[in-house]
């Protein structure tokens, strides 16, 4: 009797853990300066291991540049710490072209001013925590010159 007892208690409370339910946000980035009719904006939301990886993207995006402004939506992301990076892809290649000491020739932004031209930025300087249900950004895309 015991053991039917332990047994009738134990998967009311170890067969169901109750779900932990993940909450989400929106992500919300309005592009600035971007030249009309020169390629399309690139932009994508970024975790701190695949940070500006080609296969480290968490969401992408490509959008036509038929305006100076653009905006980006990302919808049911799960609350965490992210990066946006961009860059208007004039000759829709899908990198950000650079010449050759590796100063890019195309303008792009992160999800926070940059910190030094000289160099990539780190994840930790550009990231953001999305612990809301709507976080909102201006990303003004700039050419390497110009920062």
């Not at 926070?112 to 930790?124: E, T």
Request: hydrophobic residues 35%; proline residues 5%.
């Amino acid at each position: 009797m015991k053991i039917v007892l332990f047994t009738l208690l134990a998967s009311l409370f170890f067969a169901h853990p109750p779900k932990e339910e993940v909450q989400t946000g929106t992500v919300t980035i309005t592009f600035t300066n971007v030249e009309v009719g020169k390629g399309v904006l690139r932009s994508a939301l970024y975790v701190k291991d695949g940070f500006l990886k080609r296969d480290g993207e968490l969401y992408d995006s490509k959008e036509p540049t038929n305006s100076s402004t653009i905006v980006v939506t990302y919808d049911n992301i799960p609350y965490g710490t992210y990066a946006i990076a961009s860059y208007q892809d004039k000759n829709e290649d899908a990198k950000l072209s650079a010449n050759a000491i590796g100063i890019p020739k195309e303008a792009y932004g992160f999800s926070k001013p940059l910190k030094s031209k000289w160099r990539v930025p780190k994840f930790d300087e550009v990231s953001f925590d999305l612990d809301s249900p709507n976080e909102k950004f201006n990303v003004k895309l700039n050419y390497w010159r110009n920062h």
